[in-house]
């Protein structure tokens, strides 16, 4: 559309402040309703979904250990955005259209409260999902410090409602994180980083059909979406004034199918200081960051003595990653950071020494492994999906961890792309990938190695909840599962996958 760069102000979600709060807990009350929002200057108001009329919605600001209370409401209306495909499983014309329910991405949390894709429900809890149990849903926050993201997660439309703008920031903060003397206040600034491809009216563009369209069905999934152009905080190419100090960045990944890998054009380092999931053991000095759809980083750069430069964050991560086509113009811009603003007062702020103290969990600790495969299959109507150990969303449960037990899952990557496999519930690390032979293994069901074990990305060390599973690598993960029991899923976080049975329910059992 040749929109201009750097013509909006980036947006900073408001922080929302909760209906009640003593000191045994806090409530809030967030409405999800249908409203209007300018993406760019240069064209009409978007439609757009969002979290107490903000797309994204509020920042939700909590303190670890702190018991929250929080009532999630559909006030949508009847009618979808996008068109929806009625063969995905739960999506089909026996479930009311605009079902929503939300995911605290990356929560320590009861099942009841965790968003199981089942658990939908419509405007006024009119109508819910079989597996739907309160209305009010409770967050313990047993995490540290940490950026994580609410979103919605109803079975068979997740893509849609995502897209359309159901997604926000939610902080957990500690005493460490206070201590570290990190920029805070207006000098710490979360970035939702996501793909759009807007029509000429304005109005969000979402296909109906893939590249090789299906006749027969009137709408129909397609393999991944990827937009045009990049929004972030829900604008076009937006410009950050800047004071020439150091600021902290949240950065997240919340696009549908798009890998971002970020770098300033400077060529200056980003120090890297929190993964997914919280602090690194210490920052990092990094040229580049990968972020796959739904991981999150923070980061600090230092804009010192940059008076009236102009720092372009550029992309230059292929779609779909890491085989597809080298981004655009467009997609290879992501924001514009302008050091204009004088120096309000002198930057005490540091880039700390050490942070957090990262134990790694022991392998010898594990009671179970798990062999998973990551498989590419045809439907009847010749459409590409993709399954988690070969078996369908409404398969028997086939992962049953123990309350408190250590276990090692090797995710076999059978695939062509590189997928962001997702648990709920817990914090894993990554103990290594290896090359192994994918045609071996297709015939006899063996795992050949043909490399040695690459240990995890120094981006990587450190607490995650979402992992690349890359093209012909067994990605191996250990983790403790707990504190709590009960139904939980794990998934594919390309939306496209997670919607089209790339998404499997697991049960942690006492």
């Known amino acids: 559309m040749g929109l201009s760069k750097f013509v909006d102000e980036l947006p900073i979600p408001p922080v929302l402040q909760p209906r009640w709060k003593n000191k045994f807990y806090t409530y809030y009350e967030v409405n999800m309703t249908e409203f209007k929002q300018s993406l760019h200057k240069e064209l009409n108001d978007t439609t757009v979904w969002g979290y107490e009329g903000s797309y994204p919605g509020p920042t939700i600001e909590v303190n670890s250990g702190e018991i929250v209370f929080i009532k999630w409401m559909n006030d949508l209306p009847d009618k979808h955005l996008f068109p929806i495909d009625y063969t995905v499983h739960g999506a089909g014309m026996e479930v009311p259209e605009v079902r929503t329910v939300v995911h605290l991405h990356g929560a320590c949390v009861e099942w009841e409260s965790d968003g199981y894709p089942e658990t939908w429900f419509t405007k006024g809890f009119q109508q ?26 109803a079975l068979g439309i997740t893509r849609l409602n995502i897209y359309a703008g159901l997604a926000g920031f939610y902080f957990i903060r500690d005493q460490r994180e206070r201590l570290l003397n990190l920029p805070c206040g207006k000098y710490e600034i979360p970035l ?38 990049i929004v972030v905080n829900g604008k076009v190419h937006p410009f950050l004034k800047v004071e020439p100090r150091k600021y902290r960045f ?3 990944n919340g696009s549908n199918s798009r890998f971002f890998r970020i770098k300033l054009d400077s060529g200056q380092l980003l120090y890297q200081i929190a993964t997914d999931s919280g602090f690194m053991e210490y920052p990092i000095g990094v040229k580049e960051i990968l972020l796959a759809p739904a991981e999150r980083a923070e980061i600090i750069i230092d804009f010192t003595n940059l008076e009236d430069k102009h720092i372009i964050m550029i992309n230059d991560a292929p779609a779909p990653f890491p085989t597809g086509a080298p981004p655009d113009e467009n997609t290879g811009t992501v924001m514009q950071f302008a050091v204009t603003l004088p120096l309000s007062s002198v930057d005490t702020s540091v880039i700390p020494a050490n942070m957090a103290p990262f134990p790694q969990i022991n392998e010898q600790l594990s009671s179970k492994s798990r062999y998973l495969t990551l498989n590419d299959n045809r439907d009847q109507y010749g459409r590409e999906f993709m399954l988690l150990d070969n078996k369908e969303w409404g398969a028997p ?14 995710l076999i990557n059978l695939t062509g792309d590189s997928h962001p496999i997702h648990l709920h519930l817990i914090d894993f690390q990554i103990i290594d990938r290896r090359n192994f032979d994918v045609d071996k293994y297709n015939k006899e069901g063996v795992i050949h190695y043909t490399s040695p074990a690459i240990p995890p990305e120094p981006q990587e060390r450190g607490l995650k909840d979402t992992v690349r599973a890359n093209p012909e690598q067994v990605t191996r993960i250990i983790m403790k599962f707990g504190p709590f029991t009960g139904l939980y899923v794990w998934h594919c976080h390309i939306l496209e996958h997670e919607d089209y049975e790339m998404m499997r329910p697991y049960i942690i059992v006492r």
């Open 128 to 153: 819910v999902g079989p597996y739907f149990r309160k209305q009010i849903y409770r967050y313990d926050n047993c995490n540290s410090a940490c950026t994580l993201w609410y979103h919605d997660h």
């Open 250 to 252: 949240r950065l997240l």
């Open 397 to 410: 449960i086939s992962e049953n961890p123990k309350l408190g037990s250590t276990e090692i899952w090797y």
């Open 192 to 229: 939702m980083l996501q793909d759009k491809s807007l029509n000429k009216d304005g109005s969000l563009f979402y296909p109906k059909q893939p590249d090789s369209p299906v006749p027969e069905l009137e709408t129909s999934i397609i393999p991944e979406f990827f937009g045009n152009t």
